[in-house]
C-alpha cells in the first residue's frame, strides 16, 4: 500500500559520491523512523542508517563518517549522502519506515521496493 522508490544509485569509482532519494506518503513519513539498508550479492540485507521524525540519526559501523542520512520534511524524502565510497560500498541500497524495538534494534515494517543499484568500481 506505502510506495518505497529509491533513485540515485550509478556506478562511480572509488572515492566518489552519491547521493540517494527515497520518497513516501506525508502520514508514514512524519510517524516512523526511516532507514536505509543494503544488500550485495550472497550477502543478507544489513541496515546502513536510520533518521527518527525528530532528526536523530544513528549508523551501522561501516557508514559512520563516510554516509549522511537526512530528510526534507516538505518533500516527505529521506537522503543518503554518501562519499568516500568503496568498492565493498556496491550493493543494492532500499529505503524503509519502521520503530526501534525494546531491545534496540531497528524494525521494518514496510515492503521492499526495487531498490537502487550502487557499483563502486575503478
Known amino acids: 500500500q506505502v510506495q518505497l522508490v529509491e533513485s540515485g544509485g550509478g556506478l562511480v569509482q572509488p572515492g566518489g559520491s552519491l547521493r540517494l532519494s527515497c520518497k513516501i506518503s506525508?502520514?508514514?513519513?512524519?510517524?516512523?523512523?526511516m532507514a536505509w539498508y543494503r544488500q550485495a550479492p550472497g550477502k543478507q540485507r544489513e541496515f546502513v542508517a536510520s533518521?527518527?521524525?525528530?532528526?536523530?540519526?544513528n549508523y551501522a559501523d561501516s557508514a559512520k563518517d563516510r554516509f549522511t542520512i537526512s530528510r526534507d520534511n516538505a518533500k516527505n524524502t529521506v537522503f543518503l549522502q554518501m562519499n568516500s565510497l568503496k568498492p565493498e560500498d556496491t550493493a543494492a541500497y532500499y529505503c524503509n519506515y519502521g520503530f526501534y524495538s525494546d531491545r534496540g534494534s531497528f524494525i521494518s515494517r514496510g515492503s521492499w521496493g526495487q531498490g537502487t543499484q550502487v557499483t563502486v568500481s575503478s
Open positions: 533518521i527518527t521524525p525528530g532528526g536523530s540519526t
Open positions: 506525508g502520514s508514514i513519513f512524519r510517524a516512523y523512523t
